[in-house]
């Protein structure tokens, strides 16, 4: 991470020459510009940078979208201000003499936050948990595939018949990680020397699938380190001629890609989770027990910011280490919620989000869920022991991004939560997304009916 003063040091010395200035959209990809340092700390610094509102309703092609109220085309399509957070600035080690830093979206005229920013939501939750005594700590675990061969050649091939880097099942496979240390020593390296502290990675149940893991922290500066993660393994993967996908669902045959979202709240700097009440096998505090039964309670409602494309929900199959249905349960990773850690370690770990998911919505969600469950003095129900794959009685995640944007648009909690505003930009983009879906003709449709309807 860098200060003010050590930015200017390094410019002028040489050794920066660029400040990349960005935010997140929709999907949680970085947006935003490069900047000559010197010009960033004349005049960056002080007045931000601007970019164009359309970002904000753009599909993943960078199509502008119609229909939304907040940037359109009747409205001419103008600026938004982006506000450099300092404390976000970092040297960006996979990049040639750069720096980074992330920034929150304001309105040009009245410098207010934009509120349908994925920051902004963030920001507004944390300030409600702020109001409690609270800070939410976070930590997101991603999965990923990667192939040989270059993003540009598998753009070309279609995206199919890809060479994953390893030809056997991985899952913490030392001889199978070996072959990808070039890569993934690099990726440990430049994140450390980046401001993004590295815990471990390892080889996943998939062909050619691993796990990167990074420390926790509080909840935005978390959403931030998962940002620059995802900027910089891909930016990595290109420069070794390598394809890299974050997809939730990269083949029928293979395992999904997961982003598990572990939380806590602390207050006083303390565990607030920690205590001596039981909770089925658990001990901890009523907190905790109010906390893990609103994420029980809120969790249909708020699904499209926890799997938010359609492809998000081909991820959740049986005995695939994805859940399917919605229950609590004691390190058991076939339910959708995981109770780990003692005392001060004590957590939930939401094991529903996909390695698609924007964390900045995925995190608001998850807060403003279990905060709704300590105001209201919720308790979860029975802690599950056993197969949640072979339950029938429990409630399932949904099947689809239709399903589950219904059950968020018509929630009259949700828009308490989080506004009419951002629901109706979030359900206009979410429907988007699954028109977008029901229009495509896929490659299963005609192997299927080519030769024999």
Same mark, same amino acid.
């Given at each position: 991470?860098?200060?003010?003063?050590?930015? *200017?040091?390094?410019?002028? $010395?040489?050794?920066?020459?660029?400040?990349?200035?960005?935010?997140?959209?929709?999907?949680?990809?970085?947006?935003?510009?490069?900047?000559?340092?010197?010009?960033?700390?004349? !005049?960056?610094?002080?007045? &931000?940078?601007?970019?164009?509102?359309?970002?904000?309703?753009?599909?993943? @092609?960078?199509?502008?979208?119609?229909?939304?109220?907040?940037?359109?085309?009747?409205?001419?399509?103008?600026?938004?201000?982006?506000?450099?957070?300092?404390?976000?600035?970092?040297?960006? #080690?996979?990049?040639?003499?750069? *720096?980074?830093?992330?920034?929150?979206?304001?309105?040009?005229?009245?410098?207010?936050?934009?509120?349908?920013?994925?920051?902004?939501?963030?920001?507004?939750?944390?300030?409600?948990? *702020?109001?409690?005594?609270?800070?939410?700590?976070?930590?997101?675990?991603?999965?990923?595939?990667?192939?040989?061969?270059?993003?540009?050649?598998?753009? @070309?091939?279609?995206?199919?018949?890809?060479?994953?880097?390893?030809?056997?099942?991985?899952?913490?496979?030392?001889?199978?990680?070996?072959?990808?240390?070039?890569? +993934?020593?690099?990726?440990?390296?430049?994140?450390?020397?980046?401001?993004?502290?590295?815990?471990?990675?390892?080889?996943?149940? /998939?062909?050619?699938?691993?796990?990167?893991?990074?420390?926790?922290?509080?909840?935005?500066?978390?959403?931030?380190?998962?940002?620059?993660?995802?900027?910089?393994?891909?930016?990595?993967?290109?420069?070794?001629?390598?394809?890299?996908?974050?997809?939730?669902?990269?083949?029928?045959?293979?395992?999904? #890609?997961?982003?598990?979202?572990?939380?806590?709240?602390?207050?006083?700097?303390?565990?607030?989770?920690? /205590?001596?009440?039981?909770?089925?096998?658990?001990?901890?505090?009523?907190?905790?027990?109010?906390?893990?039964?609103?994420?029980?309670?809120? $969790?249909?409602?708020?699904?499209?910011?926890?799997?938010?494309?359609?492809?998000?929900?081909?991820?959740?199959?049986?005995?695939?280490?994805?859940?399917?249905?919605?229950?609590?349960? +004691?390190?058991?990773?076939? $339910?959708?919620?995981?109770?780990?850690?003692?005392?001060? #370690?004590?957590?939930? @770990?939401?094991?529903?989000? &996909? $390695?698609?998911?924007?964390?900045?919505?995925?995190?608001?969600?998850?807060?403003?869920?279990?905060?709704?469950?300590? !105001?209201?003095?919720?308790?979860?129900?029975?802690?599950?022991?056993?197969?949640?794959?072979?339950?029938?009685?429990?409630?399932?995640?949904?099947? #689809?991004?239709?399903?589950?944007?219904?059950?968020?648009?018509?929630?009259?909690?949700?828009?308490?939560?989080?506004?009419?505003?951002?629901?109706? +930009?979030?359900?206009?983009?979410?429907?988007?997304?699954?028109?977008?879906? @029901?229009?495509?003709?896929?490659?299963? !449709?005609?192997?299927?009916?080519? !030769?024999?309807?």
């Amino acid at each position: 991470m860098l200060t003010r003063s050590e930015l *200017a040091e390094r410019v002028e $010395a040489g050794a920066l020459e660029t400040v990349v200035v960005a935010f997140t959209d929709h999907y949680g990809r970085l947006m935003g510009k490069r900047f000559d340092a010197r010009f960033f700390l004349a !005049e960056v610094l002080a007045h &931000g940078a601007h970019a164009c509102d359309y970002l904000l309703t753009v599909d993943v @092609e960078m199509n502008p979208v119609p229909g939304y109220a907040f940037a359109n085309w009747e409205r001419g399509y103008g600026d938004f201000h982006l506000v450099p957070d300092l404390a976000t600035l970092r040297v960006a #080690s996979w990049l040639e003499r750069t *720096a980074l830093v992330l920034c929150d979206v304001h309105d040009v005229e009245t410098h207010a936050p934009v509120a349908v920013a994925p920051r902004t939501i963030l920001r507004r939750q944390l300030a409600r948990a *702020a109001e409690l005594g609270f800070t939410a700590l976070c930590a997101s675990e991603l999965e990923y595939y990667l192939y040989r061969g270059t993003q540009r050649q598998a753009l @070309e091939r279609g995206f199919r018949g890809l060479e994953p880097v390893g030809h056997t099942l991985e899952d913490y496979d030392l001889r199978q990680g070996a072959r990808t240390e070039p890569f +993934h020593a690099a990726a440990r390296r430049h994140l450390a020397a980046s401001g993004v502290p590295v815990e471990s990675s390892k080889g996943e149940w /998939g062909l050619g699938q691993h796990e990167l893991n990074v420390r926790y922290t509080e909840a935005l500066a978390m959403a931030d380190r998962h940002a620059v993660f995802k900027q910089c393994l891909k930016e990595l993967a290109d420069q070794q001629g390598l394809a890299l996908t974050f997809m939730a669902k990269v083949a029928a045959e293979q395992a999904g #890609s997961s982003c598990h979202v572990h939380m806590s709240l602390a207050r006083a700097g303390e565990s607030a989770f920690a /205590g001596d009440e039981p909770c089925g096998p658990v001990r901890g505090s009523a907190i905790f027990r109010h906390f893990l039964a609103g994420w029980l309670a809120r $969790a249909p409602d708020l699904m499209p910011f926890l799997a938010p494309t359609v492809n998000s929900y081909k991820r959740f199959q049986s005995a695939s280490w994805a859940p399917t249905r919605l229950a609590w349960s +004691h390190d058991n990773r076939t $339910a959708g919620f995981r109770v780990v850690g003692v005392d001060q #370690s004590l957590r939930v @770990e939401c094991r529903i989000p &996909g $390695a698609d998911a924007n964390p900045y919505l995925a995190f608001a969600a998850l807060l403003a869920a279990g905060l709704d469950g300590i !105001e209201r003095g919720l308790e979860p129900p029975p802690c599950f022991a056993g197969d949640v794959y072979a339950s029938r009685e429990l409630p399932r995640v949904p099947g #689809s991004l239709r399903d589950a944007l219904a059950g968020f648009e018509q929630s009259a909690w949700v828009r308490q939560t989080f506004g009419d505003e951002v629901v109706g +930009h979030y359900a206009h983009f979410f429907r988007s997304e699954w028109e977008a879906w @029901e229009k495509a003709v896929t490659d299963w !449709e005609r192997q299927r009916y080519f !030769e024999r309807i």
